[in-house]
């Protein structure tokens, strides 16, 4: 039996304790899936002149950060690690531009009453949160650090990731900071349940070794150019078994450059859950007060279309409400009973 089946790397613990895709846009999950979805467009494109291990390294590794977080909790206190009552838990992070925004799981920072971040050459500053988004497990936190600390890592195109390419993780496994790891592209298109159980579409599958305290910290291809964030695994043992999952580089642009400017990212919502044991785009139930469920959608309704782009699977049509904006109007096209029917509504922001 599997003692730990996809779970969060975010938190070394120290002390007492530690998309978007078919439901991330549709309706909440409660497991874990692995499936084929499509890729989002992306804007960076990569060289093709591959890097050796150490030179991605010595490119990249003043951008990663080592993050501790203190919550609170109701485990006994250690010694050198706080009041009673207060927890600590350690994450890893990455400099994501030169005014000092730092990313990394939102899992790693959620319910945070303190963070500090470790630099390359062994400096703590504090820490406060930007913006948090649980659906894509993605948070941005602030520091005020001078520029001669500060060594932003170039965002890659995750749509240009094949399997078998090479790929590099650099993080603070069980604290240990500046851990460099390395391995291959293993699958593409994987999909992961997130802190809030929506799905995080698109996931990189990797065999680099990552372990507790390596979430948030960057994968990064041979051109030292980040394409992930590194944040679960999948495990019997509870420890690195060679397979790990990051959220792609596209994903991270989109949310983060949303919560860099309002400290949210929204993402569109129908309002339907979908079977995935179908061949096609089948309804399984409609949430209640939802665009679905206000436009009549019932469950055993197929959909075939929506805002004029053909639907053949759930993975498609979770692609399709991806690339859309809440408050966006949209025509559907379903199947029921043999007969097509179409209905335009409103799509409305996922909830969190």
């Not at 951008?63 to 207060?86: D, L, R, W």
């Not at 939102?106 to 703590?124: E, L, R, Y």
């Not at 949310?255 to 979908?274: C, F, N, P, S």
């Amino acid at each position: 039996m599997k003692k730990l089946v996809a779970t969060f790397v975010g938190a070394a613990c120290i002390g007492a304790g530690g998309g978007a895709g078919v439901y991330a846009t549709l309706s909440p999950a409660s497991t874990t899936v692995v499936r084929q979805v499509t890729v989002a467009s992306g804007q960076a494109t990569a060289s093709t002149s591959a890097l050796s291990v150490g030179d991605v390294y010595n490119r990249t590794h003043k951008g990663v950060v080592e993050i501790t977080v203190t919550s609170s909790g109701a485990g006994s206190p250690v010694p050198g690690f706080g009041n009673p009552g207060t927890q600590q838990a350690q994450g890893s992070g990455f400099v994501y531009d030169s005014k000092g925004d730092v990313v990394t799981n939102q899992h790693v920072v959620d319910g945070a009453t303190s963070i500090s971040v470790k630099f390359w050459d062994g400096t703590t500053k504090k820490a406060t949160v930007v913006g948090t988004d649980a659906s894509d497990d993605l948070a941005v936190i602030h520091v005020d650090a001078p520029s001669s600390m500060l060594f932003p890592i170039a965002l890659g195109d995750s749509t240009k990731v094949a399997v078998g390419d090479g790929v590099i993780a650099i993080g603070s496994p069980f604290g240990l900071d500046e851990t460099v790891t390395s391995g291959i592209v293993s699958a593409l298109h994987r999909q992961m349940t997130s802190p809030n159980n929506f799905t995080i579409d698109d996931s990189i599958q990797t065999d680099a070794a990552i372990n507790h305290g390596n979430s948030g910290g960057p994968l990064l291809n041979t051109q030292a150019q980040l394409i992930g964030v590194n944040a679960q695994i999948e495990s019997d043992s509870g420890g690195n078994d060679g397979v790990g999952f990051a959220i792609p580089s596209n994903t991270i642009r989109s949310v983060v450059t949303q919560l860099i400017a309002t400290g949210k990212a929204e993402h569109a919502y129908l309002g339907v859950r979908i079977d995935q044991t179908a061949s096609d785009a089948r309804i399984a139930g409609v949430q209640p007060n939802t665009p679905a469920a206000k436009a009549g959608l019932k469950a055993g309704d197929v959909v075939t279309s929506l805002g004029g782009t053909q639907i053949s699977s759930a993975n498609e049509l979770a692609s399709v409400i991806n690339a859309h904006k809440p408050g966006d109007r949209v025509s559907v096209t379903y199947e029921r009973g043999g007969d097509s029917h179409s209905v335009q509504l409103t799509l409305t922001t996922r909830p969190s």
